[in-house]
């Protein structure tokens, strides 16, 4: 079909009609050979005030990080009675003489299943020093002990103690820990790190409990 034709767009605004529309027209200019007649035809378009919008264009709202949690298990057999490494586990100022990175914790004296913990630590080429305010869960004598942090770095864990014989046991500690945001940029390394230092520890508990024997 030969035909040559003009389209004109017309916008009406609100106070024309009740809801915004756009006004497609097609005007044809007729040949000797083709008329053709289309009739005007509406399309409905949302109209949107510039007083509703509150967002920017291209603004995208702020969403606070998601931070990352890891766990790190390890275990070990030690050569004492169950009933002496957990004793000597559940002396909690008493653990920075075997755990690397642990510096100091203080039973509050009002509240002694309350305890504030230092950890210090150079590592990945900084000083690390966190600190956090931990409530001791109810134990299970011989069997479990198990903590969570209140304030200050946000952590958990639990130490369980298994009878091996009457003399030995296997320790099974756990610890749970957001990772802190200086050392997001090195998350990955963080875990198999955190774990080498747990089974450092439990190596160094283990003559620490033994030695106790002999007091």
Same mark, same amino acid.
């Given at each position: 079909?030969?035909?040559?034709?003009?389209?004109?767009?017309?916008?009406?605004?609100?106070?024309?009609?009740?809801?915004?529309?756009?006004?497609?027209?097609?005007?044809?200019?007729?040949?000797?050979?083709?008329?053709?007649?289309?009739?005007?035809?509406?399309?409905?378009?949302?109209?949107?005030?510039?007083?509703?919008?509150?967002?920017?264009? @291209?603004?995208?709202?702020?969403?606070?990080?998601?931070?990352?949690?890891?766990?790190?298990?390890?275990?070990?057999?030690?050569?004492?009675?169950?009933?002496?490494?957990?004793?000597?586990?559940?002396?909690?100022?008493?653990?920075?003489?075997?755990?690397?990175? #642990?510096?100091?914790?203080? #039973?509050?004296?009002?509240?002694?299943?309350?305890?504030?913990?230092?950890?210090?630590?150079?590592?990945?080429?900084?000083?690390?020093?966190?600190?956090?305010?931990?409530?001791?869960?109810?134990?299970?004598?011989?069997?479990? #002990?198990?903590?969570?942090?209140?304030? @200050?770095?946000?952590?958990? @864990?639990?130490?369980?103690?298994?009878?091996?014989?009457?003399?030995?046991?296997?320790?099974?500690?756990?610890?749970?820990?957001?990772?802190?945001?200086?050392?997001?940029?090195?998350?990955?390394?963080?875990?198999?790190?955190?774990?080498?230092?747990?089974?450092?520890?439990?190596?160094?508990?283990?003559?620490?409990?033994?030695?106790?024997?002999?007091?």
């Amino acid at each position: 079909m030969s035909a040559a034709a003009a389209v004109a767009l017309t916008y009406l605004s609100p106070t024309h009609l009740s809801t915004n529309k756009l006004l497609f027209s097609s005007i044809h200019t007729p040949t000797a050979k083709t008329t053709l007649s289309l009739r005007p035809f509406l399309f409905r378009v949302q109209y949107l005030s510039p007083k509703r919008s509150s967002t920017p264009t @291209g603004f995208k709202p702020f969403s606070p990080p998601v931070m990352e949690w890891q766990d790190c298990t390890v275990k070990r057999e030690i050569d004492v009675p169950v009933a002496v490494a957990y004793k000597c586990y559940l002396d909690r100022e008493s653990i920075p003489r075997w755990m690397p990175f #642990i510096s100091s914790v203080k #039973i509050l004296e009002d509240k002694p299943d309350l305890s504030r913990w230092s950890l210090k630590y150079k590592a990945f080429g900084r000083d690390i020093e966190f600190s956090w305010l931990a409530r001791n869960m109810q134990p299970i004598p011989n069997q479990k #002990i198990h903590w969570r942090s209140l304030e @200050g770095l946000p952590n958990r @864990g639990a130490v369980r103690f298994f009878p091996k014989g009457p003399s030995s046991c296997t320790v099974e500690l756990t610890v749970s820990y957001e990772v802190p945001q200086l050392l997001v940029p090195v998350a990955s390394a963080l875990q198999p790190f955190l774990e080498n230092l747990l089974i450092r520890g439990l190596e160094r508990f283990a003559k620490f409990a033994k030695s106790s024997l002999a007091d």
